[in-house]
Nanobody
Framework: QVQLVESGGGLVQPGGSLRLSCAASGSVFSINTTGWYRQAPGKQRELVARITSGGSTTVADSGKGRFTISRDNAKNTWNLQMNSLKPEDTAVYYC????????????WGQGTQVTVSS
């Protein structure tokens, strides 16, 4: 089992920045890909960014040029730096970890609210 705890959400004005952090505990040796997803009211959960254990990153088109994902394998943490935030970035953000198992097991954090508003 893997436990994930997020931090860093909040209210920010358009154009501002936020940094989300996720810390993993438990069977961390089993973690392969980690990432962030978000879900806005009335919408499906969508990928924001992800990073593999080797450091390869994927950022959704909506966040390219604005969002950066990073990972510290030694500390079992990963972060999402969000710059130039827009009102449409408002959502609950969830950290995610997928294991090396086939098929992979997915673990989720409890979610953190990000609100972009003036």
């Amino acid at each position: 089992q893997v436990q994930l705890v997020e931090s860093g959400g909040g209210l920010v004005q358009p154009g501002g920045s936020l940094r989300l952090s996720c810390a993993a505990s438990g069977s961390v040796f089993s973690i392969n890909t980690t990432g962030w997803y978000r879900q806005a009211p009335g919408k499906q959960r969508e990928l924001v960014a992800r990073i593999t254990s080797g450091g390869s990153t994927t950022v959704a088109d909506s966040g390219k040029g604005r969002f950066t994902i990073s990972r510290d394998n030694a500390k079992n943490t990963w972060n999402l730096q969000m710059n130039s935030l827009k009102p449409e970035d408002t959502a609950v953000y969830y950290c995610n970890a997928d294991t090396y198992d086939r098929p992979p097991r997915s673990y989720w954090g409890q979610g953190t609210q990000v609100t972009v508003s003036s």
